[in-house]
């Protein structure tokens, strides 16, 4: 049984940075995607980033390119998604989900996992 649990939201003014947390249990970590979605009211969920457990790599969306990260800790069995120059519209739900390796990355039609998500507030 996968278990995703996101962590880390909350309120911040434009140009400050939250870290989020989606911490990961039940996962065949040997060969799995993690990733972030984001939900704005009326919005439909979108892509943000992924990361192969595996090797590591990184996929992150257009709209939050140099300014999200994506990383993991093997240990923990985490994954975080660190936010700088927070704009007015990232504010949304923040979600984790994940799904074995395989084709697709950006659809949330792929992933079968899902953690219940996150607030993130920017305000202007």
């Known amino acids: 049984q996968v278990q995703l649990v996101e962590s880390g939201g909350g309120l911040v003014q434009a140009g400050g940075s939250l870290r989020l947390s989606c911490a990961a249990s039940?996962?065949?970590?040997?060969?799995?995607?993690l990733a972030w979605f984001r939900q704005a009211p009326g919005k439909e969920r979108e892509f943000v980033a992924t990361i192969s457990w595996s090797s590591g790599n990184t996929v992150v969306a257009d709209s939050v390119k140099g300014r999200f990260t994506l990383s993991r800790d093997n240990d923990k069995n985490t994954v975080y998604l660190q936010m700088n120059s927070l704009k007015p519209e990232d504010t949304a739900v923040y979600y984790c989900a994940g799904k074995p390796s395989g084709v697709g990355l950006r659809s949330t039609g792929v992933y079968d996992s899902w953690g219940q998500g996150t607030q993130v507030t920017v305000s202007s």
């Open positions: 039940g996962l065949p970590f040997s060969a799995y995607r």
